[in-house]
């Protein structure tokens, strides 16, 4: 009799996968400026806190954010471009680099009327000549 322990075979249900993180096609990224805040609760509920940061790039389903500070983050917050005028963008934490740089994935995908809206109010050179629909 062998005791070893039975072999794991590669079996579909072995994965949990979910159709936002897994199988969602990765949206290109674009490179902006735009100033924004995170906001974050600290002590469970206790104390809602919000930090300035900066988006340097952007694409519908994700960012990469430049925090000033190093600070604790958790995995999930909001970010919020008030110069664009959208409130409060579910976040979930990817990644954070050393150089504070974090990358992060919306909860929802940024619209098109959206992303226009947070490119024209971009201070980087390629998003000089976009212009704001007020029609749409």
Not at 23 to 50: G, H, Y
């Amino acid at each position: 009799m062998s005791s070893a322990a039975p072999m794991m075979h590669r079996h579909f249900l072995n994965k949990e996968e979910s159709f936002m993180y897994d199988r969602e096609v990765n949206f290109p990224m674009e490179d902006t400026r735009n100033e924004a805040r995170i906001e974050f609760t600290e002590k469970a509920v206790q104390n809602l806190s919000s930090r300035r940061c900066e988006i340097i790039k952007l694409s519908k389903s994700s960012a990469v954010i430049s925090i000033l500070t190093q600070f604790q983050l958790p995995q999930n917050f909001y970010l919020d471009i008030p110069s664009a005028r959208i409130p409060l963008i579910g976040c979930l934490l990817k990644r954070v680099h050393a150089n504070n740089i974090i990358e992060a994935r919306f909860l929802r995908l940024l619209s098109d009327r959206d992303l226009n809206r947070i490119f024209v109010y971009s201070t980087h050179p390629s998003h000089r000549n976009r212009t704001l629909d007020i029609y749409r």
